[in-house]
């Protein structure tokens, strides 16, 4: 069977790679909408697969590219030819995923400046024994909850904009409330004091005793937020002290100083790593050049030991001058 489809997979990925017989295909096929919007005298065959690998002889896809008429951007025909015998319900998911996963690359691809994204327009040929008799669209698959299903994934999503939430609206005793009071950013000392001030009333109205485990999580994120590369971490360290009620400071204290020796540890750690860098860099150094010299003294000219090891012209004649000593 894994012959039959392989023969399938071959056979429609050289015929779509004829750009004449795509063009075709797609002037043919295309629905009038997506006809309309796009140049088919601009198509490009791009070298791209998207089926996941346990799905080789399964499917085939093919991408190609194109230009849409009234503005000369690309967009994308992507092309899957279904090979399984019978109608598969998963198709409209692994549909777009596969587009998704297109996407993703283009946005890393096309970084710090990946929008607008392009359209991609999907298009499935299916050669099973039976017709085709389930599942097309993606929503179709939630049931009864296709019409929650399609406002969850196409509607804007819902966002807590922490930056836009009023003070007075975070003061109501909730622990979400002291969550997001948590997550505010502070730019400075002022700032640190009235987000503290709103801390000490949401730990009082909330029950925040001294042995809470949501109390230490709070203090904890609260100091690892500081740079401890401030130039003036120690005012930073004393505002937060100085500003929590009497009731916490102990466990403010206690804390603290905990952060501040976890941080100087992981600044210790990063200088030793950046040593243990230098002496492996070192280490390499010293390798490579007596290799060098090695092939000098076998004969192999100074431009193929340059592009060999990666040292420039000018290093490789200073080792060659070694090679003749030694």
Request: negative net charge.
């Amino acid at each position: 069977m894994g012959h039959i489809r392989s023969k399938h997979d071959k056979f429609f990925k050289r015929m779509m790679k004829n750009i004449q017989l795509a063009r075709d295909f797609f002037e043919t096929h295309l629905p009038e909408k997506i006809l309309s919007l796009v140049d088919l005298s601009t198509i490009k065959l791009e070298d791209s697969s998207f089926v996941d690998g346990d799905l080789y002889g399964h499917e085939s896809d093919v991408l190609f590219s194109v230009k849409i008429k009234e503005t000369g951007e690309e967009c994308f025909l992507y092309t899957l030819c279904e090979h399984q015998s019978r109608p598969d319900p998963e198709m409209p998911f692994r549909l777009i995923y596969y587009i998704m996963q297109f996407l993703k690359r283009y946005l890393i691809e096309h970084r710090p400046s990946p929008f607008p994204l392009p359209l991609v327009y999907p298009l499935v040929v299916y050669n099973g024994t039976v017709p085709w008799n389930t599942y097309r669209d993606f929503f179709s698959a939630f049931g009864k909850l296709l019409e929650c299903a399609h406002s969850i994934f196409l509607d804007p999503f819902a966002i807590l904009d922490v930056t836009q939430m009023a003070e007075d609206d975070l003061r109501h005793a909730r622990l979400s409330n002291l969550m997001l009071a948590s997550l505010i950013r502070t730019k400075n000392i002022q700032d640190i004091e009235r987000k503290i001030k709103l801390l000490n009333e949401l730990f009082q109205s909330c029950g925040i005793d001294l042995h809470s485990g949501t109390l230490r999580t709070v203090l904890k994120y609260l100091s690892s937020c500081i740079d401890p590369r401030r130039q003036d971490i120690q005012s930073y360290w004393l505002t937060i002290r100085q500003s929590f009620s009497p009731k916490y400071q102990g466990a403010v204290m206690d804390l603290l100083e905990a952060t501040k020796q976890m941080m100087r540890e992981e600044m210790r750690d990063e200088v030793h790593q950046e040593v243990r860098q230098e002496v492996r860099q070192e280490v390499f150094q010293e390798t490579m050049k007596k290799t060098a010299i090695q092939m000098l003294k076998e004969g192999i000219t100074l431009a193929l030991v340059a592009k060999i090891t990666g040292f420039s012209l000018q290093t490789v004649q200073d080792l060659a001058i070694l090679a003749t000593e030694v």
